[in-house]
């Protein structure tokens, strides 16, 4: 729903941070002994950069890949009480295969 709502300009890629365990086999973690996830699922890009001579450079990711995230970076963005990431592409470290 929310890459429906917002579309990224230019090389900028939205992201929605995967889950992090809560509960490793019978034990319940807190919130404070959680750490952030490093994976994400793409779930819009825009058209991709420019040249100086305006020609758009096409985007290496697409919807539905998982990535792997920077620890610290990208801009939080709030839609529907939900907390996605907006990124550059270029601050994505890799695309995960799922395979």
Do not use: C, F, N, W
């Not at 819009?44 to 990535?67: F, L, Q």
């Not at 995230?69 to 907006?86: A, F, H």
Request: hydrophobic share 35%; proline share 5%.
């Amino acid at each position: 729903m929310a890459a429906r709502r917002l579309k990224p300009l230019l090389d900028r890629v939205l992201v929605q941070r995967l889950e992090t365990a809560t509960k490793i086999g019978s034990v319940y973690l807190p919130d404070t002994a959680q750490s952030k996830t490093h994976q994400g699922t793409v779930l819009a890009t825009g058209p991709g950069a420019r040249t100086t001579a305006g020609e758009t450079i096409p985007m290496s990711v697409k919807e539905g890949d998982t990535v792997l995230l920077p620890e610290y970076g990208g801009d939080k963005v709030k839609i529907d009480d939900k907390e996605y990431l907006l990124l550059r592409e270029t601050e994505i470290l890799g695309v995960l295969d799922t395979k």
